[in-house]
């Protein structure tokens, strides 16, 4: 197993440089065209898109990682975030609100992983029976109207509060989460059994690792890490919307292989993926600089993820 | 991984290829849509004539070759809603007209983080004025007072702020149509042609929303509630027809062949109106149930013409995209200031105002 696993690391390092190398010719391309895009206030609005989605994706990679995929955590942000305001609205303080959402989303993370698991359903497709399944309850019981926040919780401004200049708090949480789950893949059992599980299962399995457990546990972190971003956009937006966060999942995903994760499991990094993020805010502000049409931004991100797609497989040959 | 021999040629081209179409790909694209290099240099150019002209106070009439000013129009209606086709198409030519760079920002799905996000980024861009659609008041009330007291004019569309003058965010002025005023002088005016063509008060109406929870429908349906309450008579219900044609076909033929009285069918959008109208059709009751609705297009002003449609509410999109352009322009240019409500809307078009109407879908894209 540590062979399998050193031989990954090493390839860490040199998936990451195609992200870095893709954001400096992007941030260079977009600072010709408009030199305001060096300015602080570019850098504070790219690491606030960062942010939200980067969050997700960092969960989501975690679980591609060990092999699995989740399409609920769109639907997971924008139903934590309703459970926050409701129970906030309904006179709880905020730390019993957060408890509240993030016991749904472990909830919502362990069902997931047991479907997928004990019942040999793919992911993909219990994770999009989940997505519906949450989607279809939130329309329901918003009646398809945004729910508002009636007051702001002082706490929430361990979000919002804004650290220099433009740069709010919620960025630093997410720096926070970077270096906590690239230690928890890298540096802990759990993590180096999460690789192998998603590297070679069989190996894994052979090696005495509990695989079911290992992936059950991925999901949870999944869930979590959507929840997470919820609560940084409950705080920034006041109020949740019942389409919230659809097409999240998908994002988040790119942002992932853009930052070097394998869809075939095993292979990825927090770093790359927070990286992936990084350069789909870069790409999406930067679009906007350039005075270009905001709906080029989805054939940027499907143009970067054929090249890198390709890219990854020719390494593997 | 080993970087020697073969391998590390082939990683090295690979690399290569995707600088090379990483710079194709957004040259191309910028060249394009924008060529903003060229114009970056002559805004230069122009501000220099505009303050010589200025300084000798000389008029001149002709249209200004590079952009002056830039501003960016933020709307939550994206290019796949072709009701915000004119809306650009306005937007446009008002830039070009007066020589105003406009940016037109709208989501591929509707997404209020979306309008938040490109806020802040456009506002991060510097730009001369912003054009945005209050699609929730809450969200965007934090923000656009920060960029308000940035200095940079803000105008409405389409969508304002509902709250009382003191409490809403502090915007130069609101350009678009009055959600509740539509539905309701729509009602009125169909009650009204009832007394004047038929003698007497309609027996029964329903409303078919095709996006519930969709404020500014709910708003129109709350108008032609209101209506027919002060009428006297019976308020109608509110069906959810989605938005798929085929369902709403089915879900307004099961309630006007199972309900006795109806005669009216009010809907909010082309969305209800095509298959309400078809629906008419088939049943062959032209003359006997009737479609009222918002919004046009022309197949909507074809039942107008046979007689399907009593009458239809436009609220003049390309003047949504047109206007507001103008208003900013003068503001910022001489200092005038927008009148705090423009309304585009809601103008009632029957039998009488066909043939002008479908002159500005012809010219606009819509009306």
């Excluded at chain 1, 975030?81 to 989303?105: D, E, M, V």
């Excluded at chain 1, 069902?111 to 019942?119: L, S």
């Excluded at chain 2, 409500?341 to 819509?366: A, C, F, H, M, Y």
Aim: hydrophobic share 50%; charged share 15%; aromatic share 10%.
């Amino acid at each position: 197993m540590s062979i399998l696993i050193s031989r990954h690391q090493k390839i860490f390092g040199i998936r990451e440089l195609y992200v870095v190398f893709s954001i400096v010719v992007m941030t260079i391309l977009f600072g010709y065209i408009n030199p305001r895009f060096f300015s602080g206030e570019a850098l504070y609005s790219i690491l606030t898109l960062a942010t939200e989605l980067g969050i997700i994706a960092l969960g989501v990679s975690f679980l591609m990682i060990a092999g699995e995929f989740d399409l609920s955590v769109g639907s997971v942000y924008a139903f934590s975030g309703l459970i926050t305001i409701w129970a906030l609205n309904s006179g709880l303080s905020y730390p019993a609100s957060l408890f509240l959402s993030l016991l749904f989303a472990i909830a919502i993370g362990l069902v997931n992983g047991i479907v997928t698991v004990y019942g040999r359903i793919p992911s993909f497709i219990a994770t999009l029976g989940m997505m519906w399944l949450l989607r279809g309850l939130l329309l329901a019981i918003t009646g398809g109207f945004p729910v508002g926040l009636e007051r702001l919780p002082p706490e929430m401004i361990i979000y919002t509060y804004q650290v220099i200049g433009d740069l709010k708090a919620s960025s630093l949480w997410f720096i926070a989460l970077i270096l906590i789950l690239q230690i928890m893949l890298n540096n802990t059992p759990y993590g180096n059994k999460a690789q192998a599980v998603g590297g070679a299962p069989g190996v894994a399995r052979a090696l005495g690792v509990r695989v079911e457990r290992v992936k059950i546990g991925a999901f949870v972190i999944s869930s979590l890490c959507a929840a997470l971003a919820g609560q940084v956009a409950v705080a920034r937006f006041k109020i949740v919307e019942p389409t919230a966060g659809q097409g999240l999942e998908l994002e988040a995903i790119a942002a992932s292989v853009l930052g070097g994760t394998s869809l075939a499991g095993g292979i990825g990094s927090i770093v790359g993926a927070a990286l992936g993020a990084l350069l789909v805010g870069v790409i999406r502000v930067g679009l906007i600089f350039a005075g270009a049409p905001a709906y080029w931004y989805i054939g940027f991100i499907g143009f970067l993820l054929i090249i890198v797609g390709i890219m990854s497989i020719r390494r593997r040959r | 991984m080993p970087l020697g021999g073969l391998k590390g040629i082939t990683k090295s081209l690979w690399i290569a290829v995707s600088v090379v179409l990483l710079v194709i790909g957004v040259g191309a694209g910028y060249a394009i849509g924008t060529s903003i290099a060229p114009v970056k240099e002559t805004i230069t150019v122009a501000r220099t004539i505009t303050q010589a002209v200025e300084q000798t106070v000389t008029v001149t009439i002709a249209p200004t070759v590079a952009p002056q000013y830039t501003l960016y129009y933020i709307s939550h209606g994206g290019p796949g809603d072709p009701w915000w086709a004119p809306v650009i198409k306005g937007a446009e030519l008002a830039g070009k007209l007066l020589g105003v760079k406009v940016v037109y920002l709208g989501p591929e799905k509707f997404s209020v983080k979306w309008l938040v996000d490109t806020l802040q980024s456009a506002v991060a861009a510097k730009p001369d004025g912003i054009i945005i659609t209050i699609t929730d008041y809450r969200a965007l009330d934090e923000p656009l007072r920060r960029v308000i007291a940035q200095g940079i004019p803000v105008l409405a569309v389409n969508v304002y702020d509902p709250r009382p003058e003191d409490q809403r965010i502090p915007y130069l002025g609101y350009i678009g149509q009055e959600e509740y005023q539509a539905g309701y002088q729509l009602a009125k005016y169909t009650i009204t042609w009832f007394q004047r063509n038929m003698g007497r008060l309609p027996t029964g109406a329903v409303i078919g929303i095709h996006e519930v929870g969709h404020v500014g429908l709910e708003l129109r349906a709350k108008g032609i509630q209101d209506a027919f309450k002060e009428a006297g008579l019976a308020i109608p219900e509110k069906l959810d027809i989605t938005t798929d044609v085929t369902k709403a076909y089915e879900i307004l033929k099961s309630y006007v062949t199972t309900r006795r009285g109806i005669e009216v069918i009010f809907t909010l959008g082309p969305l209800g109106a095509h298959p309400a109208m078809q629906l008419v059709r088939d049943l062959n009751l032209v003359g006997k149930l009737f479609v009222s609705t918002v919004d046009l297009d022309d197949k909507i002003i074809s039942g107008i013409r046979d007689g399907a449609v009593i009458a239809a509410v436009s609220q003049q999109p390309f003047a949504q995209g047109f206007l507001p352009v103008v208003y900013m322009y003068l503001y910022v240019r001489f200092g005038i200031m927008p009148p705090s409500q423009i309304p585009t809307g809601p103008t009632i078009i029957d039998k009488s105002l066909v043939d002008l109407v479908l002159k500005q879908i012809r010219e606009t894209g819509g009306a």
